[in-house]
């Protein structure tokens, strides 16, 4: 037994048996690769020599068969040989009936008149037969059943052909790699053993069993034993380390004989000195449990005001929160009579001077709404409380509605839009917010674009996220610009005094494409040679190309 409980056998055991592990969990792993290769190879070949053969076995069947049999079957015969896999063949018309079997090559013709007809065994083989397309089955017994149906030129499908072919051979080739692999496993598993018990002898056990030997040397009272190990690894450091303890040993041992006279006087001195140590560890023991009450006091009072000053802050959001929905709402509330009022109001107005004051009236009221909507929408996305309903999207579906949405918009500038996303593309995302995303940036794309300009829309995936980049041809913007564009109330172009932009759009964009865990970022040329914005969103689950 003490045989195997050495350090050798421990060590090598559990690595030859990873080893073996390893071999045989790679080999059956390319057993069976290979198997199903073969196997996927075989089938298609066999499909493929049935989709060659059938016009020649159909055709010949019309003009031979009742006429020249012997011919036919001398046909049949050839077409047989060139796949020695096939074991027969029927020539069935998609009523089911067989009309030849390869039998008749060495039994003779079948008479039907004496014999009755010959149906095909079961209602399932009965529909294949009728079916315009082939179909292929495989049964246990390692026997493939092709049914390869004659459709002639003009479309017409009076004839299948039905064809057995074996794959058994497929058996005899796993039982040969198998047998390969078991050879080879062996030599490996002998090689390797004696690799690893020829490098761990020479590396390990020849060290150890110097040290065991100088320990027992030792242990017996020969101090300034040296081990002789020639190795740069551990167990040469602890060779040195061994010799230099031994030495040290050594001399300690010859100073105790020289100064044995004198141990009890050294004795005492050193107890004093000992006393005075712990006297001196006791005075840093009681300094160190005052420090240590300190400090927990001190933790203390850090964790309340911590609390303290977390509960202010979880206070001031909710404040924050109720203060932008409260300004919202007493901003909205005066603004809705106004918004359906100075309408009716222009409409009987019959002074024109007074009519446009009524107009300017109306669109600063609809920009003061705008900002409004915009603040409380932005709110809501800074907001950890909003939730975001997420679906599986298509997203040339989702880019398409919101194009259609904003026709008009285009048609009003000529503007041609080319979207080039892929019908293959599904995503995780709210489908209000990505319709909210996709419309602030197209009225972005269509407001700074130029007369008869072009946007285009395009998406690639990269990892699990598809990006999405849209380009136009409009004013383009500096590296100034693009730092500041998802800053909320920014405007790119500061000469533009209109009332269509709060200068919110793009900060409402950043908020939705990071809820969604994605980034989005603009990028120009310059000015006058547009712009493009860029985004990720995530895929959907199993939706990976």
């Known amino acids: 037994m003490r045989r195997f409980s050495t350090l050798k056998i421990k060590i090598i055991l559990p690595v030859l048996f990873i080893l073996i592990v390893i071999f045989f969990t790679s080999s059956y792993l390319i057993i069976d690769r290979e198997y199903n290769a073969a196997k996927t190879s075989l089938i298609n070949n066999a499909e493929s020599y049935a989709s060659l053969a059938v016009e020649s076995l159909v055709r010949n069947y019309e003009t031979y068969y009742e ?76 026997l493939i059943d092709i049914i390869q149906p004659y459709i002639e030129e003009w479309g017409r499908h009076d004839y299948s052909v039905r064809y057995f072919i074996s794959i058994s051979s497929l058996e005899e080739m796993t039982q040969e790699m198998v047998f390969t692999i078991s050879i080879l496993s062996g030599i490996f598993i002998i090689v390797s053993f004696f690799l690893i018990f020829l490098l761990f002898n020479w590396f390990i056990t020849v060290p150890v069993g110097e040290l065991i030997k100088g320990v027992r040397s030792m242990s017996k009272g020969r101090m300034g034993h040296k081990v002789k190990v020639n190795s740069n690894d551990e167990l040469g450091e602890l060779s040195s380390a061994f010799n230099k303890m031994s030495i040290a040993l050594k001399e300690s041992q010859d100073q105790l004989k020289d100064y044995s006279e004198n141990l009890e006087k050294q004795v005492i001195e050193r107890t004093k000195e000992l006393d005075e140590k712990n006297k001196y ?52 509330t005066p603004l809705m009579p106004l918004t359906t009022l100075i309408p009716l109001l222009e409409q009987k107005e019959k002074d024109d001077t007074k009519k446009e004051w009524l107009k300017v009236l109306d669109r600063n009221v609809d920009y003061m709404k705008s900002i409004v909507i915009k603040t409380l929408e932005l709110a809501k996305l800074n907001s950890p409380k909003t939730k975001f309903s997420l679906e599986e999207l298509n997203l040339k579906d989702e880019v398409t509605r919101t194009i259609e949405n904003k026709k008009t918009l285009f048609d009003n500038k000529n503007i041609r839009i080319k979207n080039n996303i892929l019908d293959k593309f599904f995503i995780k995302a709210d489908k209000l917010r990505l ?7 197209l009225e972005n794309s269509i407001k700074y674009n130029v007369n008869a300009g072009e946007i285009t829309i395009d998406a690639e995936q990269v990892n699990q996220f598809v990006k999405v980049s849209i380009k136009d041809t409009g004013i383009g913007m500096n590296n100034q610009q693009i730092k500041h564009i998802f800053d909320e109330f920014y405007k790119a172009d500061q000469s533009r005094h209109d009332f269509e932009s709060s200068g919110l759009g793009m900060s409402i964009c950043k908020r939705i494409v990071e809820r ?30």
């Open 67 to 142: 006429s020249g049999f012997y011919k036919y079957i001398q046909i049949v015969d050839n077409l047989m040989s060139l796949n020695k896999y096939v074991k027969t063949i029927q020539v069935i018309n998609i009523n089911g009936r067989i009309l030849f079997d390869a039998n008749e090559i060495e039994n003779g013709k079948y008479d039907e008149i004496y014999l009755g007809e010959r149906i095909l065994e079961d209602n399932e083989s009965i529909q294949r037969a009728g079916s315009s397309t082939a179909s292929t089955r495989i049964y246990e017994n390692n």
């Open 281 to 332: 560890l006791k005075e840093i023991n009681r300094d160190l449990t005052i420090a240590r009450r300190n400090l927990n006091k001190l933790n203390k009072t850090l964790e309340k005001r911590v609390k303290d000053r977390t509960m202010e802050v979880d206070e001031l959001l909710k404040q924050k929160d109720e203060f932008i929905n409260q300004l919202g709402h007493d901003l909205k």
């Open 435 to 441: 319709e909210e995303l996709f419309t602030n940036i």
């Open 516 to 545: 969604h865990n994605g980034n989005i970022w603009v990028e120009s040329p310059g000015i006058g040679k547009g712009t493009t914005v860029s985004f990720t969103l995530p895929l959907a689950t199993g939706k990976t190309t």
